[in-house]
């Protein structure tokens, strides 16, 4: 293996963290015979499969999971030694990032980060990966994504951090609810049918503070994503509670009928929605350029 072929180490991490054929070839921009052609290689090196097609997708073998950590490995050290070998003109890249983002932050806050982004740099390339929680500080320890925003702090080595909103939760219904009108008492709130949505959004502060209350509420629905509730909140009693920002925004939306929101009848702590990026990212001139461009659109947005 005195030969070995450092483009394979690319590719081999991109297969194991996307388990796609497909979405590799996407993402380092090759064609999917392409991405085939590099695997055959790897197969050969390391005589093993490396990667079983499955109803999954590609799983990994024992071997490429002992592969993977010395190769991500090697793979942040190239990137950023090219990084910094190379000036990064933000203008002229073809830089790609990658975000992780809820569903809610997709809607709130990208479009803000793109206009920015649109006018800064037109030739870059952004990546969203849909938010998990309780990952998003081992992917930014694992290099997977560049940076995270979420509402709840990463209590891990090495995760820095910079608060871009201070946000608090209301409770978002039909504006013609036949029993709530202007204001809401925690007896009517008790009262109604509920939406909940699922905790690895990192919205989780209403249902403790109730859980601390010892009261129980009538859940109708859950929901892995908020981005649904204006079709489903409008015309029913349902109530959900989420982040004002969003509840403003789903008010203003043209619906055949409007929403409104409501302050909710018992107390829930205001929380801050932070920008997070490994300190090793500091020393890639490209991804401190990012994380700056993401404080400046994002930074200070009033809910």
Known sequence: MTHFDLNLITTFVTLYETQSVTLTAERLFVTQPSVSYALGKL????DDALFVRNSRGMQPTRLAVQLYSGFKEASRCIDLTVSEARKFDAKHSSRHFRLALSDL????????LLER???????IALEIVPLEIDQAGIWLTDGHIDAAICSRALDLTGIGQNTLINEHYVCLLDAAHPRIGSSMSMDQFLA?????VTRTSGHGMAED??????VKRRIRLRLPHFSVLPKIIP???????????IAKHFCEMRLQRPLKMLALPFEVPAFDVTLHWHARSLKSTAISWFLEQTQQALGGVQP
């Open 43 to 46: 197969r050969v090196q390391f």
């Open 117 to 123: 982004l649109n006018e800064s740099a037109p030739g």
């Open 105 to 112: 932050g997709e809607m709130a806050l990208l479009p803000r």
């Open 192 to 196: 109604e049918s509920h939406v909940v």
């Open 235 to 245: 015309g029913s009693e349902l109530l959900v509670i989420l982040p004002s920002q």
């Open 209 to 214: 503070v109730l859980q601390k209350l010892v």
